[in-house]
């Protein structure tokens, strides 16, 4: 497996409980990254030929320190770097200036969340605040805006940008009763990640390397990221491998799984079956952050 990005998850903490976010962020939350380690992860990506980096969370701004010297050590090593925001930071575009400063001329993009999940209107104050403020820095920016349940948008496909759908896990699994429901036999493929050939990856701050949030394919700390992509089989991965073969309903039949008759999209299918196999497999279904385990 050759990787060329790698999103590190700095956080699991976030100043919001959005109802969509599917790595279910919270100020209750737990897990972060240290500056030691996120440096081992970088060294490591390095390593394995990765080329991209994004810091997000969680809320990543929440850990400032640690954000804005692990951005220069990445920039520093030659990675193009981007953050993921929610930019409750940028009370004013003073303030946003500010908070911004040090990024400026080392980071490729800024992904800024807004949309009624977090603002309760498309754009809240503090993203516009946000972007003016990149716009004066020359700092390259985007928005990440998911629609409500009964709205539309097209199919996306790893980092999301403009307006893109619900993915029905994590915490979004509780918005599927305002959805619209399908037989759980007719989710056959998986349309938002590549379990072969990913691309990207993301690393939380225990070290577990996520092909899809809570779906770990190996632990950095543990064992060499260019070993893990060396070593793995996607096929022959008790979870990937059903999920290769025929979606989230081939998981259900390859482990004969309780299900209900309809689902609302290939991510509540594959959620609800990876619930009820965590106990069965609890390296590669991890960590219970993922899962909203004690919120």
């Known amino acids: 497996m050759k990787l060329s990005g790698l999103h590190i998850l700095l956080t699991y903490q976030c100043t919001y409980e959005c109802e969509h976010c599917f790595v279910w962020g919270s100020p209750r939350q737990e ?15 390095r390593d394995a030929g990765v080329e991209s980096i994004y810091f997000e969370g969680g809320e990543p701004f929440l850990f400032y320190a640690i954000l804005a010297k692990s951005v220069r050590i990445a920039a520093e090593m030659g990675f193009s770097v981007g953050i993921v925001s929610n930019a409750y930071w940028a009370n004013s575009v ?7 400063q040090p990024f400026a001329g080392r980071i490729a993009d800024l992904s800024v969340s807004s949309d009624e999940y977090h603002c309760g209107r498309c754009l809240g ?3 516009q605040n ?11 920016t ?10 539309s948008a097209p199919e996306t496909h790893g980092q999301i940008k403009d307006e893109g759908q619900v993915m ?10 305002r959805a619209a429901l399908h037989p759980w ?4 493929e998986c349309k938002h990640e590549d379990f072969r050939d990913p691309g990207r990856v993301h690393v939380d701050p225990f070290g577990n390397l996520h092909i899809c949030q809570g779906l770990v394919i190996g632990n950095l700390f543990e064992k060499p990221l260019r070993q893990i992509c060396d070593e793995y089989d ?34 509540h299918l594959c959620y609800e079956a990876r619930t009820t196999l965590r106990a069965r497999f609890p390296e590669l279904l991890a960590p219970d952050q993922m899962y909203g385990v004690g919120l």
């Open 31 to 45: 897990g972060t990254l240290t500056l030691e380690h996120v440096e081992e992860i970088l060294n490591q990506a």
């Open 94 to 100: 003073a303030d946003a200036i500010e908070n911004l």
């Open 125 to 127: 104050e503090c993203p």
């Open 130 to 140: 946000a972007l003016v403020a990149a716009k004066w820095l020359n700092i390259p």
């Open 142 to 151: 985007g928005m990440i805006s998911i629609a409500q349940p009964e709205g």
């Open 168 to 177: 029905y896990r994590g915490r979004a699994s509780q918005l599927v009763t």
């Open 185 to 188: 036999e007719s989710f056959t």
């Open 234 to 267: 996607a096929d022959a991965h008790p979870i990937c491998g059903p999920l290769l073969a025929g979606g989230p309903a081939a998981l259900v039949t390859e482990y004969n799984l309780p299900h209900a008759s309809d689902y609302a999209d290939a991510c």
